[in-house]
Nanobody, 120 residues
Framework: VQLVESGGGSVQAGGSLRLSCAAF????????MGWFRQAPGKRREGVAA???????KYADSVKGRFTISRDNAKNTLYLQMNSLKPDDTAMYYC???????????????WGQGTQVTVSS
């Protein structure tokens, strides 16, 4: 199983970014997929998650601003991030598991991360 994130970068507050996570090596459509982030000196936190039937969950801090989606035909997970704030600055990771772990940790598979930096 391999997860490869892309789409990170630097943006000003109020801007948008879309992260992508390409998945290889497993039955992607049936897995729970999540986005996590970790800022320097802070604990890793769950941002958004989606399961095979399309149900989603979001952290309160990103509700209304971030949207998680998946394209099963392309084996790709997305995170559309709008109205970005400096507090959103972090390394963002995608994760996958056959168990619906939602925003909890403990996913079996993780990507290498992509950096998002939001300046004020």
């Amino acid at each position: 199983v391999q997860l490869v994130e892309s789409g990170g970068g630097s943006v000003q507050a109020g801007g948008s970014l879309r992260l992508s996570c390409a998945a290889f090596g497993y039955t992607y459509s049936s897995y729970c997929m999540g986005w996590f982030r970790q800022a320097p000196g802070k604990r890793r936190e769950g941002v958004a998650a989606i399961v095979g039937d399309g149900n989603t969950k979001y952290a309160d801090s990103v509700k209304g601003r971030f949207t998680i989606s998946r394209d099963n035909a392309k084996n790709t997970l997305y995170l559309q991030m709008n109205s970005l704030k400096p507090d959103d600055t972090a390394m963002y990771y995608c994760a996958a598991d056959s168990v619906p772990r939602w925003l909890l940790g403990g996913y079996n598979y993780w990507g290498q991360g992509t950096q998002v930096t939001v300046s004020s």
